[in-house]
């Protein structure tokens, strides 16, 4: 599996941004993606994740209404966008993927543990200037 993102650089307060995220190598649907950041000095938390598996997606609470996660699946594609951006929105954001487990008693379509993701992208760097 392997995870690629692009996108991101400098951007003003206000704009907005895109990411991508091309994943490759799942040999079925069942798995999900997850989009992370990590700001300097503090710790790597998750904002949006979807599941490629059923289309549901989940956020982190405080990127609701500004964060959206989309994907192309014929491109294996999964996308990021970030509007009306903050300078605290400023990070490295990395794309990471992890298997659903299809065939569990409960089955786990989307979440922002880390711990939970088995394939990490290189990360890309977001700036935003005020």
């Known amino acids: 599996v392997q995870l690629v993102e692009s996108g991101g650089g400098l951007v003003q307060e206000g704009g907005s941004l895109r990411l991508s995220c091309r994943a490759s190598?799942?040999?079925?649907?069942?798995?999900?993606v997850g989009w992370f950041r990590q700001a300097p000095g503090k710790e790597r938390e998750g904002v949006a994740c979807?599941?490629?598996?059923?289309?549901?997606?989940y956020y982190k609470a405080s990127v609701k209404g500004r964060f959206s996660i989309s994907s192309d699946k014929a491109k294996n594609m999964v996308y990021l966008e970030i509007h009306n951006l903050k300078p605290e929105d400023t990070a490295i954001y990395y794309c990471a993927a992890r298997h659903i487990n299809l065939r569990a008693l409960v089955v786990v379509h989307t979440t922002l543990n880390a711990v939970e993701y088995n394939y990490w992208g290189q990360g890309i760097q977001v700036t935003v200037t005020s």
């Open positions: 190598g799942f040999s079925t649907d069942a798995y999900a």
């Open positions: 979807l599941s490629n598996s059923d289309g549901s997606t």
